[in-house]
């Protein structure tokens, strides 16, 4: 079964809009991590925003935020007043245990490809 | 600066070759790890290390070999019994802060002749 999903393959979203990307995930665990990460055209993974399943508040860095629904299992990012230089890749991802003895894995959505229009 | 370099940028193998690809950071992390990407796809992970001298496989790891005899240093080898390799590697390392963040090298893109 999929743990994280991401529905929108793709977006186009004109410059200075926001833009919400979706992300749900399953997992029967109680502490799990969220992280979204950007893929420009080069390749590299950029770490953007983490959400720990304890934390209360959503998370905030920037021009990013994560909208945090944990009843409903979902991990929005969202981009506020969007930019030229927001056209990446963006993956959705959760840590989750491999074993008892600490070691954990990312397991990545499919990711969501972002244009952003001039 | 601190980071994560891999090299080289792009690898080409020969069918039935041995290759290896290098991953380094001196950001004194001690987890490291190695996830393949294919065109369409969220990452996978093949490797990953918690300590030197220590590693355990992912969910693709057949095909594939590691070693972590420095800390600094987390090698790749896809050998021949890898029957796909052609995709797009990404090394990570993460420290233990409770948010185990990864943080990516710039991934090395493996090409089949």
């Known amino acids: 079964a999929q743990k994280i999903t991401q529905t929108q393959p793709g977006m186009f979203v004109q410059e200075k809009e926001a833009v919400t990307l979706d992300c749900t995930y399953d997992t029967s665990d109680q502490s799990y991590g969220l992280f979204w990460y950007k893929q420009p055209s080069s390749g590299e993974m950029i770490f953007l925003i983490y959400q720990g399943s304890y934390d209360e508040q959503n998370a905030t860095e920037g021009r990013y935020s994560l909208n945090f629904q944990k009843a409903r299992k979902s991990a929005n990012l969202v981009i506020s007043a969007s930019q030229l230089g927001d056209s990446a890749m963006y993956f959705c991802a959760m840590r989750e245990a491999i074993s008892n003895f600490g070691n954990e894995k990312l397991t990545f959505g499919t990711g969501t490809r972002l244009t952003i229009i001039p | 600066d601190g980071g994560i370099t891999q090299s080289p940028k792009y690898l080409f193998r020969k069918e039935g070759q041995n290759v290896t690809l290098s991953c380094e950071q001196n950001?004194?992390?001690?987890?490291m790890y190695w996830y393949r990407q294919d065109p369409g796809q969220g990452l996978r992970l093949i490797y990953y290390?918690?300590?030197?001298?220590?590693?355990q496989k992912g969910d693709i790891a057949e095909g594939y070999s590691v070693s972590r005899e420095k800390k600094e240093s987390f090698p790749l080898t896809v050998t021949s019994a890898q029957k796909n390799p052609t995709a797009f590697y990404l090394c990570?390392?993460?420290?233990?802060?409770?948010?185990?963040?990864?943080?990516f090298g710039p991934g090395t893109r493996l090409l089949v002749l």
């Open positions: 290390s918690q300590i030197v001298n220590d590693f």
């Open positions: 990570a390392s993460s420290i233990r802060d409770g948010l185990e963040t990864q943080y």
């Open positions: 950001l004194n992390h001690d987890a």
